[in-house]
């Protein structure tokens, strides 16, 4: 009988409030929210083989992932059917595709990681994912008081790398200085990153013809900002925007190319180059097979499945059917962006269950690629769809 790939350890903090104050000090302030615990203080330890299979699975993908934004750009019927506003077209394809590997910096795989190592791909998260200050600088600390490895250790050395090359002068988000999640995830990757540079809150933002300018009138050229580029269809300025992206006036971190790696319309345009054998080489199809769930524009499943919009956030838009083709759960908290852009339909695998501080779990498991490296952890404690109501739990690597 298969072993599960995750285990439960007890956490050693023996005083929260104290715990949560050295986090803070690192760089993770916000372990507690609204009165709430965000953070469980228990942790997770994965078995060294699966973390070692995790790793391989995800540097494989990354290479699928980026032949296939490769295969799509500038072909417009694809844009279409992956659901990028037109409104993005004219500016991704006049501009140059970063180089192999380097489409985004800044991402994120999420998997389900079941029994026996058994790797399941839900999503990427290659535009603006969060949860780096949970991954690059709670759970190492945490993983030391444990006793446990945490490849997260190498996060901030990554960071620098990346951004030494992006050489972004400022780091943005909407809200800065009172969200507390997005403002402390761009002031730690601007520290980790090494380089001196300003924070802007982006609802200060103006543009005057293709200028992008701080709230102070200072104008702006490179920029890192938590801004979802789909956004840029829907937000007031986003004409704007898009104009001063596509004239070269502003250089946008990630790479503006990083919305076709978001969008979970490449995961069906993947699997059908999958069916139909293909682009990808003979290892790359097998690790579509071995690792991704068969996907599609419509609903073409017999058994189970799951449905969310081709560009869903913390488990918005999500509604998982069960075996007669039945809707069995839909998130209830999260923003249903399904609304504004097309949805995605994917064979259902379900989150493995375990139980922290007394309470049963499901368990999404993070891998952040970090300048094409595999390495960071993030662990979600939550229910089967993962919302924005889930913990953060850290997980480390058992020693083989």
Known sequence: MSEPALHAVRSPVRNREDAVSEMARLGFGWADLDGEPYWL?????????????LQDAAAVLWRVFDRAVRYMHGRRELYSLTGIPPILWNMLDGLELP?????????????????GGDIRL?????DTPTGYAEAAAATPWLCR??????PNERMPELVKSAWSVEQPE????????EHAEDSGTIELLAKHSGLPMRMINLLDVSIDNGTVKDGEGVPVNRIFALYPKEWIALDEGGEALAYSIETGRLQLFNSPHAILLQSKGLQALIWGLHELKLLFTAEEHAAIEAYMLPTYTKPLFDGSYVSKSMFGREGGSVKLFGDN???????????????????VYQKRADLPELTLSGKPYRILTGLFMLNGVPCGLLGRAGGLITGNTSHFVPIGVMEA
Do not use: W
């Open 41 to 53: 203080d228990e942790l997770i330890a994965m078995d060294a083989a699966a973390y070692a299979k």
């Open 99 to 115: 180089p192999e590997g380097s489409i985004s910096r800044y991402a994120r795989f999420d998997f389900a990681v079941g029994l």
């Open 122 to 126: 839900l999503e990427l998260n290659a």
């Open 145 to 150: 008081q444990a006793g446990l490895h945490s």
């Open 170 to 177: 400022a780091a943005a988000c909407a809200h800065y200085g």
């Open 325 to 343: 083709g039945g809707l069995e759960l839909e998130d209830q908290d999260g923003f249903d962006t399904s609304v504004f852009f097309p949805t």
